[in-house]
């Protein structure tokens, strides 16, 4: 079956500093990966996405590239901001396997102290 | 206007009871969904619909039913509420493209205690 595996955190970070949260996937088929984000007390809302290998989403400063030779998906961002804080989902969506629903990391807490 | 809304934000009861949570999406999405969050903000799919259709339904105790009356709405009823069963319950849409799911669109969420 599909799985996402994510980085375990929480992840830690200075103000500016430079932020990479791990992402590897396994699928059927050919998937399309999503990042996630989830601030405190809210819903989730949907960072970034990329559909086929190479691609690259961005939003907000945030990126991931689908390398599909390394099933990876890494969210990066050059320089984060305490409101950066919050847990970060990488997820993916694969029709092959005929599941209409996304597959889920266990995600991701980041804090981002001033 | 709220994408995904959910009622109520915080329900807090006692075990034994029966509860309802009820959410509605105004995107014109054709699929719906319930997730579970726990303390660990691990997130679960419970069961998902389309078109009124249950399509999902993951080992979940059947206290747990899901009633669909329209594609606009997805009601979740729990009887006999256990302390297990406190978390945060997350009502999601999303359009079914040729069965490929692209985004989901979340709700707010519903924090239930069971006390």
């Known amino acids: 079956g599909n799985s996402v595996t994510q980085m375990e955190g929480p992840v830690t970070l200075s103000e500016e500093a430079f932020l990479t949260i791990n992402c590897t996937y396994t699928?059927?088929?050919?998937?399309?990966l999503f990042w996630y984000v989830q601030y405190p007390g809210e819903g989730l809302q949907l960072l970034l996405k990329?559909?086929?290998?190479?691609d690259k989403g961005s939003n907000k400063g945030f990126e991931a590239t689908y390398r599909k030779e390394t099933t990876s998906f890494h969210l990066e961002k050059g320089s984060v901001q305490v409101s950066d804080s919050a847990v970060y989902f990488c997820?993916?969506?694969?029709?092959?396997?005929?599941?209409?629903?996304?597959?889920f990391g266990s995600g991701t807490r980041l804090q981002v102290q001033p | 206007d709220t994408a995904v809304s959910q009622t109520p934000k915080y329900l807090v009861t006692q075990m034994g009871n029966d509860k309802s949570i009820k959410c509605e999406q105004n995107?014109?999405?054709?699929?719906m969904y319930w997730y579970k969050q726990d303390s660990k903000k691990f997130l679960k799919i419970m069961f998902s619909?389309?078109?009124?259709?249950?399509?999902i339904n993951e080992t979940v105790p059947n206290r747990f039913s899901p009633k669909s009356p329209d594609k606009a709405h997805l009601n979740l009823h729990i009887n006999s509420l256990e302390l297990g069963d406190s978390a945060v319950y997350f009502c999601?849409?999303?359009?079914?493209?040729?069965?490929?799911?692209?985004?989901?669109?979340f709700g707010p969420g519903t924090r239930l205690t069971v006390t």
């Open positions: 619909y389309n078109n009124k259709e249950l399509i």
């Open positions: 995107l014109g999405h054709d699929t």
């Open positions: 990329a559909t086929k290998a190479d």
């Open positions: 997820a993916l969506s694969d029709r092959a396997t005929g599941r209409r629903a996304l597959t």
């Open positions: 999601a849409s999303s359009q079914d493209v040729g069965g490929m799911i692209y985004e989901q669109y």
């Open positions: 699928a059927t088929g050919y998937p399309s």
